[in-house]
């Protein structure tokens, strides 16, 4: 069973750089076809998918964040990162990482589709 754990700061000042890396258990990284993916939801608003990387090592953003946003992978560490850089209060929010397994059609944002989810991990933009 795959198992997923986000693991970073949970405080990060505006203008910085928020990091976040999702351990991966269960499974490998690599297994095609799978995506593995950011998704974050602030306070009171609904989940947002922000990008995923693919098996392949494939990159995907979501269009209103793409210029701030990358996200990577260690094979060897079976782990996958995001950075999302000059942060500000706006991206105060839980932090998910989750897998997609079976990517047909427009799937980033069909979050019921998702099939592994970690636990989430709340970051907080603030001075």
């Known amino acids: 069973q795959v198992q997923l754990q986000e693991s970073g700061p949970g405080l990060v000042k505006p203008s910085q750089t928020l990091s976040l890396t999702c351990t991966v258990s269960g499974g490998s990284i690599t297994t095609s076809y799978y995506y593995w993916s950011w998704i974050r939801q602030p306070p009171g608003k609904g989940l947002e998918w922000m990008g995923s990387i693919a098996y392949d090592g494939s990159t995907y953003y979501s269009p209103s964040l793409k210029s701030h946003t990358s996200i990577s992978r260690d094979t060897s560490k079976n782990q996958f990162s995001l950075q999302l850089t000059s942060v500000t209060p706006e991206d105060t929010a839980v932090y998910y990482c989750?897998?997609?397994?079976?990517?047909?059609?427009?799937?980033?944002?069909?979050?019921?589709?998702?099939?592994?989810w970690g636990q989430g991990t709340q970051v907080t933009v603030s001075s």
């Open positions: 989750a897998a997609m397994t079976s990517p047909r059609g427009s799937w980033s944002c069909d979050f019921e589709r998702y099939d592994y």
